[in-house]
């Protein structure tokens, strides 16, 4: 009887699959690198072959090195990149355009005009997004409105628009089967989270044929099976979740109150607000955490742009560093008497400051300013930008004890970004065994609806704790920073 799950975390940067066993363990992983393109000035795009042949390759890999043959698989989870808009046509299957992906700014003057005129309350009360051009809808828009030919072609519904997990689904399937889960559906600016479908007003408002959009299931449910041929039998999807709410379930955050970021490329926290969609008027986001059997369960959701990518940019860009660890070395040894703070903004401020023009800075360099400085600025950075989310958080929904924030993602392999992290909030910091909570929650939607998986309240007494970072700094130390942090963003945002 098969028993093993097949993970896809189709992320940003790379393509990985992981085929866990029936105690949800990791048996083998495949992961591999694909192309990014920067066409003009904050514009990003993938070939989304690319997406489709190294994810087909990192399934195949990972079902090698674990010994499995496909009949082993009982089922497959996805877990993707979020917003990353593809258009491709129904009858060839190929895209009319590259991926847009979730970074890219090129519809930030449409955005601008569409705030200016009136309509971002509408939008946020029906998808809980802001109007940014970090969602789908208008890049969906912009390819309708530049691609040569599109906008005909998806009247005449020759066209269908989806995000990353929807087109791997369409791939799998062999063009069987057009869905997307409730998680990617709203991020798209196009689904009223609320009422749960695509909505007409935003279809009109962004000028959408509804016959390019996909079905939208439960993030436990039935996506089809994958073409026999392309693993040797045809395997049931029954998982798909966008990843920072794969990683939510994962983390096992399945109660109100409960909290995980994650620490990648960018960060992005999430906080479970049970089946209340909780308005912010923080400018967070409102999203679906996850949807089972009909019944979504709502977050608020922090969106940092960048994280572990200014420790990337201090090895590549400054060539400071060889390897991301080095950071921590050089961190310790910094002059504790100098106060530098850096403001990464090099793709715009996410949340709370939704401001897509600013761009980074870093204040307080004097002539013995040097490498360590520039290694303490950069982890701390991350600390300042999960404090800004948190305090944006608590004016949105008054916990009843303390929030432990639940950690993930490649940065958290760094102890002393956490225990910066866990002083400057004031609260302690949990990283549990299994950091690959992304994967590890598409596996187990896959396997909640294969019936291998227990119900949540059981797989989360599995939740392993591997550190607890306690605050030791003291509140005025920790204030007199934080003020200095806001003192560097105000300035930027002037
Ligand atoms: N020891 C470390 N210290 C600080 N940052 C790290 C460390 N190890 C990895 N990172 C950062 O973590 C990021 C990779 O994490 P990962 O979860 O794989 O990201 P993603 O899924 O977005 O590609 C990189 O940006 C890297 O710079
Ligand atoms: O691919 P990641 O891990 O950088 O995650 C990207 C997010 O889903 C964007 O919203």
């Given at each position: ?72 698989v009982a089922a497959i989870g996805i877990t993707n990149q979020r917003e990353t808009t593809i258009v491709w046509n129904r009858k060839t299957g190929r895209a009319v355009h590259n991926a847009i992906v979730w970074q890219d700014r090129r ?347 227990p119900a949540p309240e059981e797989f989360a007494k599995d939740w392993a704790l591997e550190r607890r970072f306690e605050p030791q700094m003291d509140v005025a130390e920790r204030a007199a920073r934080y003020a200095g942090w806001r003192d ?7």
């Amino acid at each position: 009887m098969p028993d093993r799950i097949l993970a896809i975390d189709q992320g940003t940067t790379s393509s990985r699959a992981i085929l866990f066993d029936s105690a949800l363990k990791p048996v083998a992983a495949g992961q591999q690198e694909f192309r990014q393109f920067f066409p003009h000035s904050g514009w990003v795009e993938h070939d989304p072959e690319e997406i489709w042949s190294t994810t087909a390759a990192m399934c195949r890999s990972a079902l090698e090195r674990g010994g499995a043959a496909p009949g082993d698989v009982a089922a497959i989870g996805i877990t993707n990149q979020r917003e990353t808009t593809i258009v491709w046509n129904r009858k060839t299957g190929r895209a009319v355009h590259n991926a847009i992906v979730w970074q890219d700014r090129r519809t930030a003057a449409l955005c601008a005009r569409l705030k200016g005129d009136g309509h971002e309350a509408m939008v946020t009360a029906k998808t809980g997004l802001l109007l940014d051009p970090y969602f789908s809808g208008t890049k969906l828009g912009w390819v309708l409105e530049n691609v040569e030919g599109a906008r005909a072609a998806a009247e005449a519904g020759e066209l269908l628009f989806g995000t990353v997990d929807t087109y791997l689904i369409w791939r799998l399937t062999g063009g069987r089967v057009h869905a997307t889960d409730a998680t990617n559906a709203a991020r798209t600016m196009l689904y009223n989270i609320r009422e749960g479908r695509w909505d007409d007003d935003l279809l009109k408002l962004l000028n959408i044929p509804a016959g390019m959009l996909p079905e939208v299931k439960d993030s436990a449910g039935d996506f089809g099976e994958t073409r026999p041929d392309l693993f040797g039998r045809a395997i049931p999807i029954r998982g798909v979740a966008g990843d920072q709410q794969a990683a939510t379930v994962g983390q096992a955050c399945f109660m109100p109150g409960m909290m995980k970021s994650t620490y990648g490329t960018g960060c992005f926290a999430l906080l479970n607000t049970g089946a209340e969609a909780v308005a912010s008027s923080n400018r967070l986001l409102t999203t679906i955490a996850y949807q089972l059997d009909g019944e979504p369960t709502y977050a608020l959701e922090g969106s940092i742009f960048i994280a572990g990518a200014v420790v990337q940019w201090l090895r590549d860009g400054l060539k400071m560093i060889r390897e991301a660890g080095e950071t921590q070395t050089l961190a310790m040894r910094a002059d504790p008497d100098q106060r530098l703070y850096m403001v990464p903004a090099f793709t715009g401020l996410g949340a709370p400051w939704w401001a897509p023009d600013v761009r980074g800075a870093i204040f307080g360099i004097t002539r013995n300013t040097g490498p360590a400085e520039f290694a303490r600025a950069a982890l701390e950075s991350v600390a300042f930008q999960t404090q800004d989310l948190l305090e944006a958080m608590k004016g949105d929904w008054s916990a009843d004890g303390d929030t432990v924030l639940r950690v993930d993602g490649g940065m958290t392999a760094s102890d002393w970004t956490m225990q910066a992290l866990a002083d400057q909030l004031g609260a302690p910091v949990d990283r549990p065994v299994v950091t690959e909570t992304t994967a590890l929650g598409a596996a187990y939607l896959a396997g909640l609806r294969a019936g291998l998986c227990p119900a949540p309240e059981e797989f989360a007494k599995d939740w392993a704790l591997e550190r607890r970072f306690e605050p030791q700094m003291d509140v005025a130390e920790r204030a007199a920073r934080y003020a200095g942090w806001r003192d560097a963003v105000g300035r930027l945002l002037d």
